[in-house]
């Protein structure tokens, strides 16, 4: 690239890869870019516009405690919303949708938003960072005091008067944004059911109008939804590409300069479906128009990053995808004002349509099958290593890229689920599924491994938090067998445990099943939720119970892991999952004590995220999600 406009390309590209590192520190990011760039080439011409936008890159989002007394509801969701006052903004998780653009009185403390690290897909924590909310506050200290009139609370209240409770969810999901919780689809990422009207409006209009009367038609209801929805990213990048097309700049100067402008403004969104594919879209059209291949594939390596999941057939058939939420959104409008019910219909044909394409989707993570698909781009080049590229790809779509055996302890919150697996996938073992709000944390987690069998699945005793996903791994997954009952030895189809605990009691905790299993040489005792009682009667049965890696009993609370039995079992290394808001205090202070009197070393999911240990021969490491790295 020798001309200015690639050069501006160049500089773009160079601030992604820069925010996607230091998303925080946006103005160290943009002089790293400038330097490099200088040191590229002599053109200068676009160094004030950069210095301009610098101005707006600095976080703008206040981590000090915050003073509000009333506050308007910004962002509403079914079970959150987000209160603005000023420039502080809070969090609050509600039953039922707040008003849109309603005035809050709010009457308490509020409490750290905590972080949550997970090895792959979504940190909400994260996520509620970057957008300037450090805080929240419960629903039950927070009394409506006034109800101001907007287009989004019209259409709320008219949503309200519809008596079928159905289509008022559906209403709520197409025209609001209000989604179920559970719902888990990139389609419904914020913008994209508003961007799908503009592209069905486009298919209808290109057979009935000329091209400049089609682009004011889609510019004028582009700005019509830019003030019903608050400005969502997704629609300021449609409309700037359209408005461009006026001014005497290259397409490729106009499509950096975009990317540029919505990175500076929206740089919590850099990371997001409704900026990476819109942007793809762009620059693959832009500079690879006889080479749809190449979009093809590089959709499919952000569906692997964002997702942990592949879907060639969804990136195939994106404009159809497009075409029919568009349909969507347009029957729900029309249903908004007339009492004709096209919208369940049609809602139906989507659901459809949508479990068809699910039946494409491969599992893996970037670091997995979504590396297959970047050598591929690569090897369309490369045509000699496209033979190995196969076999690779076979590899991973069959789950035997795995060569080193691993047990990771998934940070679900509050909760248990612990992962032990065989090299080359041979012996999956899953025990404990954590409670089922959960489920897309542990779902994601097995689908970025490649997992489609379990071998064994372990269910140490009834309480929700450890049995709550059950019934949903069954079902996505190919579960070989099930224990959930007491058993001296389980047989998966490598490893060998023990169950040390034979208390048949009413209380589920001093019931669970306790697993000792040697891996790799290390013996390994996860203990479930067993308290105190539970340790004394294996200690008094296995007198000479000795143990490498110690998972606390019951989240590390005060009710377990007394003295006698960590002074018989002497772990090396200790072991804890809890969830990050602390409701039940685990782990427990005293119990932090006892480990350190002991010098015995302590991982806990709340503060690393997933706890992995790898094994590489007799070389044992372990990792966390905060690239915490040593050797046990």
């Not at 287009?151 to 025209?175: A, F, M, P």
């Amino acid at each position: 690239m020798t001309s200015c406009k690639n050069h501006c390309v160049f500089l773009s590209l160079l601030m992604f890869l820069f925010a996607l590192c230091y998303q925080k520190i946006f103005v160290l990011s943009l002089c790293c870019c400038i330097v490099l760039w200088i040191l590229r080439t002599k053109d200068h011409s676009f160094l004030f516009v950069c210095i301009i936008l610098a101005i707006f890159s600095i976080p703008r989002g206040y981590t000090r405690y915050p003073d509000m007394k009333e506050a308007k509801a910004i962002q509403v969701s079914s079970s959150y919303a987000v209160l603005k006052s000023g420039n502080q903004k809070v969090i609050v998780y509600t039953k039922e949708p707040l008003f849109f653009d309603a005035s809050y009185t709010v009457t308490t403390e509020f409490k750290r938003v905590d972080e949550s690290f997970h090895s792959y897909g979504f940190s909400y924590s994260h996520w509620l960072n970057s957008q300037g909310i450090y805080y929240a506050v419960d629903e039950s200290f927070i009394t409506l005091k006034k109800e101001n009139i907007s287009i989004r609370r019209w259409i709320q209240k008219k949503i309200n008067t519809i008596e079928d409770v159905s289509i008022q969810s559906l209403l709520n999901k197409s025209l609001l944004n209000i989604k179920d919780t559970k719902e888990n689809s990139w389609m419904k990422e914020a913008g994209f059911s508003y961007i799908s009207i503009l592209f069905l409006f486009h298919v209808i209009c290109k057979y009935f109008m000329s091209e400049k009367k089609k682009d004011v038609v889609l510019s004028v209801i582009t700005i019509l939804l830019l003030i019903v929805y608050r400005f969502p990213m997704i629609l300021v990048e449609n409309l700037l590409f359209r408005v461009s097309r006026y001014f005497p700049l290259s397409r490729q100067k106009s499509a950096s300069l975009i990317t540029m402008f919505i990175m500076f403004f929206y740089p919590s969104e850099i990371t997001s479906a409704s900026f990476l594919i819109p942007s793809l879209y762009h620059y693959s059209f832009l500079f690879n128009e006889h080479k749809k291949g190449i979009l093809f594939l590089l959709i499919s390596i952000l569906q692997s990053i964002l997702f942990q999941t592949i879907n060639p057939m969804r990136s195939f058939l994106y404009p159809l995808n497009m075409f029919l939420h568009g349909f969507f959104f347009l029957f729900s409008l029309v249903r908004f004002f007339t009492p004709v019910d096209f919208v369940s219909l049609i809602a139906s044909a989507l659901q459809l349509f949508n479990t068809l394409m699910n039946a494409f989707s491969l599992k893996g993570s970037i670091a997995g099958a979504g590396c297959i698909f970047y050598i591929l781009v690569v090897s369309m080049f490369h045509h000699k290593v496209k033979a190995a590229i196969v076999l690779l790809y076979i590899f991973q779509m069959t789950g035997l890229f795995h060569p080193c055996m691993e047990m990771t302890m998934i940070n679900i919150g509050q909760g248990d689920a612990i992962l032990i697996r065989a090299p080359l996938n041979s012996d999956n073992i899953l025990i404990d599924t954590g409670k089922p709000s959960a489920y897309n944390a542990l779902k994601t987690y097995l689908d970025a491994k490649s997992i489609y069998v379990i071998n064994t699945l372990i269910i140490t005793h009834n309480d929700n938090d450890h049995s709550g996903n059950k019934t949903n791994i069954q079902k996505d997954f190919t579960v070989k067998q099930c224990i959930e009952t007491h058993q001296t030895t389980i047989q998966s189809s490598i490893f060998t445990l023990q169950d040390i605990n034979e208390i048949q009691s009413e209380d589920e905790n001093d019931s669970s099943i306790v697993n000792v299993v040697n891996f790799n040489g290390k013996q390994v005792c996860l203990m479930g939720d067993a308290s105190d009682k539970t340790e004394e009667e294996i200690i008094h049965k296995y007198p000479t119970l000795s143990c490498d890696i110690l998972k606390l009993g019951h989240h590390g609370s005060s009710t377990s892991s007394s003295d006698q039995f960590l002074d018989v079992v002497r772990p090396e290394t200790a072991l804890i999952s809890s969830g990050a808001y602390r409701i039940y205090h685990h782990p427990s202070e005293e119990t932090i004590q006892k480990l350190l009197k002991r010098h015995i070393p302590y991982f806990d999911t709340k503060t690393s995220g997933d706890i992995t240990i790898l094994c590489f021969g007799k070389i044992r490491v372990f990792i966390t999600s905060r690239f915490e790295i040593g050797l046990i």
